[in-house]
């Protein structure tokens, strides 16, 4: 169960953590806090995506939760300030899921192919 919930959340945690502390100026002043902001949106949120859709395939989450989560808390983020550059942002995130997702899927279905052959 904890497995499934860390799977879910994780995006959504990450994002509204990162943007909240961005926001209010944690990581310092001026062009310091924008550029941690924009390593976040370039670097920090796609491999949050990635290792969402890894939970996802490994612990039988279901996909569409999953996104729906963290595309709520992304748009709830990101929409407001960027518009149009979100949507791109997104297709981005997506992406990164999906690769996680049906590459573990993949190796899964490998793997239970050549056990069908060994027996």
């Known amino acids: 169960m904890n497995n499934k919930l860390a799977g879910l959340m994780f995006p959504a945690f990450t994002i509204l953590t990162l943007s909240v ?32 859709g890894i939970a996802c395939a490994i612990n039988h989450i279901n996909p569409f939760i999953a ?31 999906l690769i996680g997702y049906f590459g573990i899927w993949m190796v899964r279905k490998r793997k239970e192919t050549k056990n069908a052959k060994a027996q």
């Open 21 to 52: 502390l961005s926001f209010l100026g944690l990581f310092g002043e001026g062009d310091v806090n924008k550029s941690f902001f924009i390593f976040g949106l370039y670097l920090i949120f796609p491999f949050v995506f990635l290792v969402q």
């Open 67 to 97: 996104l729906l989560i963290s595309y709520i808390s992304f748009g709830v983020i990101m929409l407001p300030f960027f518009h149009y550059f979100a949507w791109g942002l997104s297709l981005y995130y997506l992406i990164a899921w």
